[in-house]
């Protein structure tokens, strides 16, 4: 399979067509302005339940397949809600409409996707390879087949030959389903200007990713790093019911998971005051940091200020603030030499304000 590429920067043209970057810290659907996506390394939300079901000895696996479900369904409820009426009718068109599914799960870096035949009832097989998540994965094939086919499905994973492969069955929905329902805060204005690809209107500074279609995968090349595409809804639902049935002590972990997964990736991407201390510009490395949290469409700092050890930083329209919690603590440990002690208030309906401290 390949992809269209913009040829002045290798973005994927559709994907490029189908998503905003916007002055105030969020990329959204060209066709949805309330539907937020991000793009974060692959792994974080891998790392941040393995740490979960570590410190608290729970599976949380169900929840987590849940959310992406509902997620992903919405996603292409959005995308498919004009072409209903011909995926309903006119032959040919649902099997267009996966070969798209598939096209997209290699756009966004969340795995490589094939169709294969499949016998019996239910709604398909398709080979996985690489999914960025084998659980959300699996809820997002899910939850595209139920959108698409408007009923419910199950599914199980079978291995053929070499390969993964996700059959998607008729199934019912357990009740968790229904209370993860998701809404967001009006996001704020912002004035973040990006110098944009005149190819395809992407921020040149996305210029290194390379996508690997065969492969499934997108790669900062910059630092060697997979990264995916994202909708920002799966974060904070998952998020929320794993404090609504393990209780709020499920925050600090999620903060220190996410601190210990931030620690090498900025260093690496950021950090280059190890060799030679003296040319490490504290101020420059704050607002490198922070600006790349704007242009993955992960919030918009708007504020950073730091004084005698203490750091704030002020984030309108943050994607999850228990991820930027511990991604700022990381920033600041590598910038101060201590991990810090913490605390964030909402400051308005689509602010937040961290204070950070040794
Ligand atoms: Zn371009």
């Not at 995308?79 to 032959?91: D, K, Q, T």
């Not at 059959?167 to 389903?177: F, L, N, T």
């Not at 595409?229 to 019911?241: F, G, H, Q």
């Amino acid at each position: 399979m390949r992809i269209k590429k913009c040829k002045v920067c290798g973005f994927p043209y559709r994907l490029a067509r189908s998503l905003v970057w916007n002055d105030n810290g969020t990329i959204t659907s060209k066709h949805r302005p309330d539907f937020r996506t991000l793009i974060i390394e692959a792994d974080y939300l891998t790392e941040i339940f393995k740490k979960i079901e570590e410190v608290l000895g729970v599976s949380i696996q169900h929840i987590v397949f849940e959310a992406q479900r509902n997620a992903a369904k919405d996603v292409i409820n959005g995308n498919i809600s004009r072409f209903r009426w011909a995926i309903r009718y006119v032959p040919g068109v649902r099997r267009m409409v996966i070969a798209y599914f598939n096209r997209m799960a290699s756009w966004t870096g969340q795995a490589y996707a094939k169709t294969i035949p499949h016998q019996g009832e239910g709604a398909g097989a398709a080979i996985i390879r690489n999914p960025f998540n084998r659980d959300l994965m699996a809820a997002v094939v899910v939850g595209a087949l139920e959108s698409l086919d408007e009923k419910p499905y199950d599914y199980r994973w079978e291995r053929r030959g070499e390969d993964d492969v996700i059959v998607v069955e008729s199934g019912a929905h357990p009740d968790i389903s229904e209370r993860l329902a998701y809404n967001t805060a009006p996001p704020k204005p912002g004035d973040r200007r990006y110098q944009r690809c005149p190819g395809c209107g992407v921020p040149v500074l996305l210029k290194d990713m390379e996508w690997r279609e065969n492969e499934g995968l997108m790669i900062d090349m910059k630092r060697g790093v997979r990264m995916v595409v994202l909708e920002i809804y799966t974060t904070s639902v998952v998020l929320r019911e794993l404090a609504r049935e393990l209780g709020e002590d499920v925050f600090p972990v999620i903060v220190a998971a996410q601190r210990q997964f931030s620690l090498p990736h900025i260093r690496g991407e950021f950090f280059r005051g190890e060799d030679n201390s003296s040319v490490f510009d504290k101020e420059v490395f704050y607002r490198e940091v922070l600006d790349s949290v704007a242009l993955r469409g992960q919030g918009n700092p708007v504020m950073c200020d730091t004084d005698d050890g203490r750091l704030v930083i002020i984030v309108d329209n943050p994607f999850d603030e228990y991820v930027l919690a511990g991604h700022f603590s990381a920033l600041y440990e590598i910038a101060e030499g201590k991990t810090p002690q913490v605390a964030w208030e909402a400051t308005g309906p689509s602010t937040v304000t961290y204070t950070l401290t040794s």
